[in-house]
């Protein structure tokens, strides 16, 4: 089969970058490893934020998708910095990760010129274009069928050559429970691209149900008035919001963590690379960052409407 454009993934990036080119007419094909996980959120299933949050808004500028799914799947919304000048103000929006997936596949199912295909990218196929230039023509997928292409566009995010670690167990995972993308990595290497790699973590989820509220803060919900939409095209926020609780780590935390480094990838030396953005794991705010604090927050955040699942934000790690 031929299309204009073949793209490798189906998180954040994919799905914006295939609608972008279906919607401009071309003839494009989503490939995912499961279609049931287009526009999966891993971990902390949230959108905005400082920077983030201003992406989001260019994006929907620019005619994506991501507001308008956040818009339509938040179940909290919350102005960030609300009492400092406009300048750091931002909109910040807590997702049911189930909605916001099956809202963006819709999108995607519903979009002409856009086709969706599950299946897993074994490497990428190239042709000589004019002055002998290196071009891209098409996948070649596991299953040894090939897909012909103008143009491939890889978004494979954790996948591509992935490994997860859990305590000082790792093993080859895009993430739990999905496999890693290991054969186009060497694809891309026997290209001539330079392959690192980043790392990202992500904490334990919780039983709401064996959770303690009445030792923790209730954050306060915000009314609807004080924050806008992420989407220039979006009605004013009416659902029902879910609130968050406030706990704090102590010093007997800090103490068992201290205790147990040798225990912790990230200070065993299994783990190589580094995070891609600022997102520091629990053994680093007590060991390296921010030793001297005797607690730090930590966020309670149910992902959805109709789950048990809590989310501790900012309680990061890579102890098992």
Known sequence: ?????????AGHAGCEAALAA?????STLVLTINLDTIGQMSCNPAIGGIAKGHLVREVDALGGEMARAIDDTAIQMRTLNDSKGP????????ADRALYRRRMKRALEGTPNLH???????????????????LATGVRLSTGEELRAK????????????????????????????PASNSLSGSLASLGLKLGRLKTGTCPRLDKRSIDYSRTTLQEIQA??????????????????????ITYTNEETHRVIRENLGRSP???????????????SIEDKVKSNLPERARHQVFLRVRGYDTVEVYLNGLSTSFQ
Do not use: W
């Open 1 to 9: 089969m031929f299309f204009d454009v073949i793209v490798i993934g």
């Open 224 to 245: 609807p008035a004080e924050f806008k939409p992420f989407s220039f095209s979006s009605p004013p926020f009416t659902r029902e919001q879910v609130p968050c609780h």
């Open 87 to 94: 300048a750091v103000r931002a909109t910040r929006a807590q």
């Open 22 to 26: 279906a919607r401009t007419g071309l």
């Open 151 to 178: 143009a491939v566009i890889v978004t494979t995010g954790t996948f591509l050559r992935g490994l997860i670690h859990m305590g000082l167990n790792s093993f080859p995972g895009g993430r739990a429970g999905d």
């Open 266 to 280: 990230l200070y065993s030396g299994v783990i190589e690379g580094i995070g891609p953005r600022y997102c520091p």
């Open 116 to 134: 969706l295909r599950e299946g897993v990218a074994d490497a990428v196929i190239t042709g000589t274009g004019p002055g002998g230039t290196l």
